[in-house]
């Protein structure tokens, strides 16, 4: 695939194409992929690449071993797989393996040393943001080797209806930028019990793959805010992943990123409750609940305006029509709506479709197509890790929501 080819697939020039695609014939070869985490990202990722015909995966590689298995066995090749039991065995994948590629679906806190890993060996490596679980870790991955093969997992870049609206704002239609809100509606709330800790698997380097301070809960089976058990449940300790702010956030954010050109924010400052969830419990006996909060407000403030994201649990049911994010202008407003529409109504009123984050087969698919049409192509599959704006903002609120104060997002803060 040439450069040309590559760009009009994306989308830049603006072409009006429903969707971003690759095939076989943009690749010099089908790509040899290993997936790292077996859980429903990594499942989603293997059922894609079982569906083409660019890639087939040659090894996968799970702490847990029945679900590495179950993926395994749900996405046989007839090339043969490569079995690893737990994160800390990358290295020795990677060297039997030999892929051209790497897929990362594991927690937020153990990806950045896989991620070094691979930029260290040239292996392009797609991530999902936020990329890793601390802004001192984040300063440390701008200095990456090789950052050009890092590719951060977001639809946006791959979403041709998102380069239209960005076209439009940038020529006028709404005037000049100066605030944007997410709002996010989770429903089906109830106050959380305290689950039963779980030990480690004992082939698991904790202190090494997963927590930098040393071991951590370990919660496969917590319940989360739907009262059934989620696997895994990284996201819903603040320390370990800031719940739904960790889980949803870079989605909307990638995509009024895509939008309008947000710069680094100078300050921000969050607040949370947990008027739903209740009380974060941490018994004696090894039982705990999540003490992420089930309502969150994050302000971030820049230069030239400011962006605010929310997130609210409630006991009933959700409107999905609920979830939106507004880009306000001085002269107009463009929505995103959850439902996949968005709509500019200002100097020049106009509507069309992106990939919402609620539709993951169409997010797993940009995401994959995206990033395997870049290998194919020959180019740089991301931006800088210090250019990742869905990982620095969720990484901010987190930093704040702890220290309860208004941060300075110019002062080194090692959270």
């Keep these: 695939m040439n450069r040309r080819r590559f760009i009009q697939m994306v989308g830049v020039a603006g ?121 001192s870790e984040l300063a440390e991955l701008a200095h990456l080797p090789n950052p050009e093969k890092l590719h951060v997992a977001v639809a946006a870049p791959a979403d041709v209806g998102l380069t239209e609206l960005s076209r439009l704002i940038s020529s006028g239609a709404i005037g000049t930028v100066h605030r944007a809100t997410i709002f996010v509606s989770l429903g089906g709330g109830r106050r959380e019990r305290p689950t039963a800790l779980e030990v480690p698997p004992g082939d698991l380097d904790w202190a090494r793959w997963c927590a930098d301070t040393g071991p951590a809960p370990y919660l496969p089976s917590v319940v989360g805010r739907t009262g059934k058990a989620e696997v895994p449940g990284w996201r819903w300790h603040l320390r370990y992943g800031n719940g739904p702010m960790g889980a949803l956030a870079p989605h909307w954010i990638a995509a009024v990123c895509a939008v309008h050109a947000w710069p680094q924010p100078e300050k921000c400052y969050s607040i949370g409750r947990r008027p739903v969830l209740g009380r974060p419990v941490a018994h004696a006996d090894g039982s705990a609940t999540s003490n992420a909060p089930d309502h969150q407000i994050a302000w971030l403030r820049f230069p030239n305006g400011d962006v605010t994201w929310e997130h609210r649990l409630t006991r009933g049911k959700k409107d999905p029509s609920d979830d939106h994010a507004l880009v306000c202008g001085t002269h107009g407003v463009a929505q995103l709506r959850a439902d996949g529409r968005w709509s500019i109504t200002g100097r020049r009123d106009a509507s069309g479709s992106w990939i919402a984050p609620a539709d993951q087969p169409r997010v797993t698919a940009a995401i994959c197509a995206h990033f395997f049409a870049a290998i194919g192509a020959n180019q740089a599959v991301s931006h800088t890790p210090a250019g990742d704006p869905a990982t620095e903002w969720v990484l901010w609120s987190m930093a704040t929501l702890q220290a309860g104060r208004t941060l300075d997002c110019q002062t080194p803060v090692a959270v």
């Design 15 to 135: 072409a009006a194409a429903p969707e971003f695609k690759v095939t076989a014939k943009d690749l010099p070869k089908r790509l040899r992929v290993a997936i790292a985490g077996g859980g429903a990202a990594g499942t989603a990722v293997a059922a894609w690449i079982r569906a083409s015909d660019v890639a087939r995966v040659v090894a996968i590689i799970d702490p847990a071993r029945d679900r590495a298995r179950r993926l395994w066995g749900d996405s046989r090749d007839p090339g043969g797989y490569l079995l690893r039991a737990d994160y800390s065995n990358l290295t020795d994948a990677l060297d039997a393996a030999r892929p051209d590629a790497v897929v990362l679906a594991v927690p937020d806190h153990c990806q950045a040393k896989l991620v070094r890993e691979c930029t260290r060996r040239e292996i392009p490596v797609l991530v999902r943001a936020p990329l890793c679980h601390s802004l």
